[in-house]
T-cell receptor, first 114, second 112 residues
Framework: DQQVKQNSPSLSVQEGRISILNCDYT??????FLWYKKYPAEGPTFLIS?????DKNEDGRFTVFLNKSAKHLSLHIVPSQPGDSAVYFC?????????????FGQGTELSVKP | KAGVTQTPRYLIKTRGQQVTLSCSPI?????VSWYQQTPGQGLQFLFE???????NKGNFPGRFSGRQFSNSRSEMNVSTLELGDSALYLC???????????FGAGTRLSVL
């Protein structure tokens, strides 16, 4: 049972344009959401997060949007840069768990072309 | 501040053997979580330890176990290895009360 889904395995975007990565979840108990970026041979790096009490969080070129009614979140990267090319994972957690448990999507590989 | 350190980085084992992986969290982080990453599966939660106690456990067989020491360092053990256990094993640490986890580079386990 995949509680967090990233339906696009890959995305290709031109440098300078917007990248939009999508994520859907099924568990309504999730109340905190995170995005991680992963380069080959490295561990995931935390990018940005959002609490379920908000619908938007922005950090520089990265913005995460949360639509609770649709159980959908998205990560916008503007403008996209070649260094953004990596695999992006969305993850979710529930405060009902005691902590330390993130449920991840399968990842979306972003390729930003010069 | 040093990041999360995992050792060894690479391991090759044969079926039926057992293996122990080690994780040193960021200084001051008392929660340590373990994940398995296989192609197409994303990261799957194994278990989490806090103050030497397992607080959360994922849907993995009992062959997968772990422990945490008083200095917050953690070990993960897999017994009776199977070919399907070949994966990248990631450790992450976090501070109390935060959902943001910081990951190590992982241990790549190959079971032959």
């Amino acid at each position: 049972d995949q509680q967090v889904k990233q339906n696009s395995p890959s995305l290709s975007v031109q440098e300078g344009r917007i990248s939009i990565l999508n994520c859907d979840y099924t568990n309504s108990m999730f109340d905190y959401f995170l995005w991680y970026k992963k380069y080959p041979a490295e561990g995931p790096t935390f990018l940005i997060s959002i609490s379920s009490i908000k619908d938007k969080n922005e950090d520089g070129r990265f913005t995460v949007f949360l639509n609770k009614s649709a159980k959908h979140l998205s990560l916008h990267i503007v403008p996209s840069q070649p260094g953004d090319s990596a695999v992006y994972f969305c993850a979710a957690s529930s405060s009902l768990d005691q902590g330390g448990k993130l449920i991840f999507g399968q990842g979306t590989e972003l390729s930003v072309k010069p | 501040k040093a990041g999360v350190t995992q050792t060894p980085r690479y391991l090759i084992k044969t079926r039926g053997q057992q293996v122990t992986l080690s994780c040193s969290p960021i200084s001051g982080h008392r929660s340590v979580s373990w994940y398995q990453q296989t192609p197409g599966q994303g990261l799957q939660f194994l278990f989490e330890y806090f103050s030497e106690t397992q607080r959360n456990k994922g849907n993995f067989p009992g062959r997968f176990s772990g422990r945490q020491f008083s200095n917050s360092r953690s070990e993960m053990n897999v017994s009776t290895l199977e070919l399907g256990d070949s994966a990248l094993y990631l450790c992450a640490s976090s501070i109390v009360g935060s959902d943001i986890q910081y990951f190590g580079a992982g241990t790549r386990l190959s079971v032959l």
